[in-house]
């Protein structure tokens, strides 16, 4: 099964099966739900945003192991960050996905896993669905502010 | 012919006239096992086409030279050919649309909208395809009539004594899945419609499904209207039939208008033309009639007995081996079911099954089929499907069930 | 290269994609002058088809393994391909329908119901093909709207001054014909929008006539719609192409209803899915998609300037040698005109001519070509339309010109 | 033109150029339109049954060469004529257009000239436009007597 390890790595099973900051916040700052009609993912995003970080982010859905793991990764990666830290880690992220990786640039180690995912492009939207849905959240905070 | 297990039917022949099935799919040898979302072509199809626009190709019905005239023939003889080969009385019931979603969409619309009204009832059933749920919806909120789902049981089977319940004189429509594409559940039809007749319901079958599986025998059957697509019986992509009764064809206005479909127009009115002309505005599929004609011919040169029988040979081994692997819950068990499976592998998505299945060269269907109501029955949003069709073979299934068994090791 | 006028154009290269214009009719080489009701299908075209069937078919959309992916890349290839051809600014604009009638019928339906109402006005042309009538009549029928023709004059031309009284601010939708299928006049598209837009009225161009023979632009003609069929543009029947401005088909409800453009269906509502889905319900005709495809890459590749400019020189040479014919009344005769003759030969009606033009291998329309209204305003039923095409040839023309003084012979 | 002569024949051209029986007749006992919408041929046709016969037929109409001469040629042979001497000659010449001729058989001389209309199948129905009209009246007698 060696031509599948590019995407079902340990890690990203691993984060399938034990998902990081699973679960819901009571009374969030924010809040947000992506869907992906093509293949039924679903995610809620929950996030307690104190107008400079992101303090605390949970999440639960429903999904396939990319989708889940991409959300888990993320809420590990965006814990503690301001929104610009973040854009900067959802660009090379994006980038990751869309293009691959060119490995004579520096890449986070935490996005490593997902270098796999532009061969199938039908996961491509699964692996991008909790950024989509983070997005949505800091759009709403822009605005606000 | 080692992989027939009747060592009847001859499959390395079949498989001869399908060129795609020697194609490799991510390096491996295609493994295609998705024919209920669409089948392969023959090459007898693939030539049908080329032969026309190679040979004799020109616009249909209205020119006075023999290309058009041969054009013209080929089409309407498509026509004949479907109308034998579901058993209707005149060529005019058969219309061509692009698709079974077109032919329901033209029910509702022409039939539909003139002849029901606020307290008339739709019944369909819960494991409908959108395309049989959705124009209902859409034809209750405009007249004001109620839809109503027969439910099914926990292996897929329709439980009947709901649906008697259920019919009465406000039913007006009775329009059911003939066999279901996500969990391969044969319905009863006979009994279904029998009952709507005794009311003085209309019924449509969606034979989507079926017409390609089994005799589908319109009077028999006691349809009113038929639907189904091309492209799921070795036909190409873009047309598809409705088939519907004489009289009600008759009294039905057109769906779309334009060219073709008119006697005669001013800046004043316009005449509408017969059936089934009304119904075919504008310049035809002509190559999806033929190509579609060719593939019934095709279909009936191998017969649908011997196909249904190899078929349901496909499925036993296959449900007989795939049982043996603890992991997996099939999702329909109806005692009557089509050649597919429907199934989960415990908490493993249906989309990571798929990608690991597809680099291994097999394609399976994954999702939620259209059947958004079906899944959500059995507390799920997705399954895997395998289906089977006459080119497949036991060797395909001995590579399916190998997959499974290295999704199940990928997740361990 | 002596069939070339101007010697730069090599119609012997383009005429060995057509494997068809090599066969005979009636035992004579066929001389095929209707590629205005259907243009013939070049190799490319035909071979996009087979690659398909044979190479990597399977359902789009929703499948996750590779066949299923390629076959979706190439469909939405497809849609970027016309996007670019027609200058649109989305790939979400560019919606695949059955054909041209079934766009018009969808704007009617999608854009029209919602936003027409009693009082407002449509206007059209005098010189309309049926499918851009019909389709406004049935829809004045339900809005009470008013239906109003641009008249034009005994060379086929339209009379502006009258559309300048026309148009007000009860005008809503103006929707003409770019070049008129049976006198071949080439309308003042920009004039006619510019003052609607004016109005603020909503534009929809009926291209089926000029995407295959001249730039059509939708940015610089002001359309908001654009309708054409992919069987007038070489490629196959079945499949056509309705353009919208993004804003207008964002806010439009479906026309049909079914799988793939929906978000989720429950029993109690159905939440549709975004442009261009939305109005694609059910499975495409992935076939017509990529043999679009495939066609408009082939005029690409010739050059419409290129076409153009030899359809052209035809066109005047055929002018010039049926104007020696004493017999022959040309309908239309607009300064801008497209590679078409319709003609009257005395009083010999128009589907003899064709018999007998038939007998001597010339494939040419006879009738009133899906424009009653056009005819009458002549005082005729019919006329006989000889139309050309980039792979005609002087020798055809001469070969037309020798056939009509056959007809006059024979009825002498 | 040796190809074209099965059907445009000079019977043919002539009926074209002068039909017989042309024209209206005032105050007919029975009259009938009939229309060919594929092509536009058009047909008025107008007859005076006595009860028994056929006295008077006449015709107007617009139309290819085909329809004007079978229409000619009909009014011709049905004038003078009873229901059943009609049907007669209708069947013969249904089966001449249909199936063309067979010449071990007697085939009235005034319908040889349709024999080659089977070989245009778009033909058929212009060739057929007057009789079809025709058994219209026809069948209206016979439905009032
Ligand atoms: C000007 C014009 N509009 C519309 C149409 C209708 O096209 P289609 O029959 O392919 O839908 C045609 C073709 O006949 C046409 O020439
Ligand atoms: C049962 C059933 N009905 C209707 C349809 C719709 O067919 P199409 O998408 O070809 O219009 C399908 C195919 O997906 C089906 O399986």
């Given at each position: ?145 | ?10 499959v390395a022949k079949i498989r001869s006239d399908f060129p795609i099935l020697s194609q490799k799919m ?187 599986h089994v005799k589908v025998d319109v009077q028999e059957l006691n349809c009113d209207f038929l639907a ?185």
């Amino acid at each position: 099964m060696s031509e599948l390890n590019d995407l079902y790595q340990e890690i990203i099973l691993d984060h399938n099966k034990n998902p990081r900051n699973w679960g819901k916040i009571d009374l969030p700052s924010n809040f947000a739900e992506g869907f992906n009609p093509l293949c039924g993912d679903k995610i809620e995003l929950y996030v307690n945003y104190n107008g400079d970080k992101i303090q605390d982010i949970k999440f639960e859905g429903n999904g396939c192991a990319i989708s889940k793991a991409s959300a888990s990764v993320m809420t590990t990666m965006v814990k503690g960050k301001t929104k610009d830290e973040i854009t900067k880690i959802y660009n090379e992220f994006h980038q990751i996905i869309t293009e691959g990786c060119n490995h004579d640039h520096y890449i986070d180690e935490n996005l490593e896993v997902f270098c796999g995912v532009k061969e199938y492009p039908g996961r491509v939207k699964c692996a991008a669905l909790a950024w989509h849905t983070l997005n949505d959240i800091l759009k709403r905070i822009d605005n606000n502010g | 012919m080692k992989n027939d297990p009747n060592c009847k039917f001859d499959v390395a022949k079949i498989r001869s006239d399908f060129p795609i099935l020697s194609q490799k799919m991510n390096a491996k040898p295609l493994i295609y096992l998705d024919s209920a979302a669409s089948t392969m072509k023959p090459r007898q199809v693939v030539e049908s086409i080329s032969d026309l626009y190679y040979g004799y190709y020109a616009n249909i019905h209205r020119g006075v030279y023999l290309f058009s005239q041969i054009s013209t023939e080929k089409y309407e003889n498509a026509r004949s050919v479907v109308k034998k080969y579901i058993n209707a009385k005149y060529d005019e019931e058969i219309i061509f649309t692009r698709g079974a979603t077109e032919s329901i969409n033209l029910i509702a619309h022409s039939y539909g909208r003139p002849n029901l009204k606020e307290g008339d009832e739709i019944i369909v059933t819960e494991m409908e395809h959108h395309a049989n749920i959705v124009p209902w919806q859409q034809l209750c909120k405009e007249t004001g009539a109620k839809l109503r789902y027969i439910p099914f049981d926990d292996k897929g089977e329709l439980i009947l004594e709901e649906y008697d319940k259920m019919v009465s004189n406000k039913t007006k429509i009775v329009s059911i899945v003939h066999i279901s594409n996500s969990l391969g559940t044969i319905n009863p039809v006979k009994y279904i419609f029998n009952k709507a007749k005794e009311v003085g319901a209309v019924t449509l079958l969606d034979a989507s499904q079926s017409i390609q599986h089994v005799k589908v025998d319109v009077q028999e059957l006691n349809c009113d209207f038929l639907a189904f697509s091309g492209h799921k019986i070795y036909g190409p992509t873009g047309i598809g039939i409705l088939y519907g009764k004489l009289h009600l064809l008759e009294d039905m206005p057109p769906y779309q208008t334009g060219g073709d479909m008119i006697k005669s127009v001013s800046f004043e009115r316009t005449l509408f033309a017969d059936i089934p002309g009304r119904f075919e505005a504008g310049t035809q599929n002509i190559e999806g009639a033929i190509g579609l004609g060719a593939a019934i011919e095709y279909v009936s040169s191998i017969g649908l007995d011997e196909i249904a029988q190899y078929e349901h040979s496909l499925l036993e081994y296959a449900n007989q081996k795939i049982r043996e692997i603890p992991q997996v819950t099939i999702i329909g068990n109806a005692k009557q079911k089509a050649s597919l499976i429907s199934f989960l592998l415990e908490d493993i998505h249906p989309h990571d099954v798929g990608t690991i299945m597809d680099k291994l060269g097999i394609a399976v269907r994954t999702g939620q089929h259209c059947t958004e109501p079906t899944m959500k029955h059995f507390g799920i949003t997705a399954t895997t499907r395998a289906s089977f069709a006459f080119y497949n073979t036991i060797d395909d299934i001995n590579v399916f069930i190998e997959g499974i068994k290295q999704v199940i090791e990928t997740f361990e």
